[in-house]
């Protein structure tokens, strides 16, 4: 039988197929997100503008978390850039898929660079010459991914939205806190490193805590990456 003529169109969609399954656990942090920017006292545009600018979902919870603690600017500008570091390894395990295209897909693409599109899309990258893209609609199976989530990520957050507006003024929007560090760290802990960063970063949470403008959160969480670092070398280097 032969085998079907990939387009730029089939890879799109292939690209939306695949991603589709994540949205199982993108879309409930998309609502909690929308809850939590409530609670927080920020306004309901500027939530979803935010989802639709910045799309970065660990981020925006933790700018909304830090924001209903009364942090400053320089905190929560400190703090999103170091949980966005990732997002370096990311660009450079796909420069070589990328580097060919011209500079406005690039941008685009890098836009949509998040966990989920990456992952599905080096798997479909790494995958045997006939079952990957042709290296000409690699960028559309990627486009394909991106978008899917993007859309699911503004499509949850609005439903967040809407339901927070409907909660009783009476019944206060506090317990949106707390959930979103519980969505986030059961992120965190399915892996051994995000569990040494989780044990790292709130044993210092709690020993700097007096520090001034929140630094202690600040301090917290880079010393929580590094313990999340340290954590994967060292079991790489045991292999």
């Known amino acids: 039988m032969a085998r079907a003529e990939k387009t730029a169109a089939s890879e799109f969609l292939a690209g939306c197929r695949d991603e589709a399954p994540l949205l199982l656990g993108a879309v409930p942090f998309g609502m909690i997100y929308g809850i939590a920017a409530l609670a927080a006292g920020v306004p309901a545009w500027i939530a979803q503008l935010a989802s639709a600018v910045v799309f970065a979902g660990a981020a925006q919870l933790v700018i909304v978390q830090m924001l209903a603690a009364g942090a400053g600017a320089l905190p929560?500008?400190?703090t999103s850039g170091l949980l966005n570091?990732?997002?370096m390894l990311y660009s450079a395990s796909m420069a070589e898929y990328v580097r060919h295209l011209p500079r406005r897909w690039r941008l685009l693409l890098a836009y949509l660079l998040?966990?989920?599109a990456y992952a599905v899309a080096v798997l479909r990258y790494q995958r045997r010459e006939d079952a990957a893209p042709p290296a000409d609609l690699r960028h559309w199976y990627f486009l394909g991914a991106g978008f899917t989530l993007w859309a699911g990520w503004q499509v949850s957050t609005a439903a967040g939205l809407l339901f927070g507006a409907t909660i009783p003024a009476e019944w206060?929007?506090?317990f949106a806190v707390p959930l979103t560090f519980?969505?986030?760290?059961?992120l965190?802990?399915?892996e051994r490193a995000g569990q040494a960063a989780a044990l790292a970063a709130a044993l210092a949470a709690l020993a700097l805590a007096a520090l001034p403008y929140k630094l202690g959160?600040?301090?917290a969480i880079l010393l929580g990456l590094l313990a999340g670092v340290w954590t994967v070398r060292r079991l790489e280097h045991a292999r």
């Open 76 to 78: 929560i500008a400190l």
């Open 85 to 87: 570091l990732r997002h």
């Open 114 to 116: 998040t966990d989920e």
């Open 172 to 174: 206060e929007l506090d």
């Open 182 to 186: 519980i969505a986030l760290l059961t």
């Open 188 to 190: 965190l802990l399915r």
């Open 217 to 219: 959160l600040v301090a």
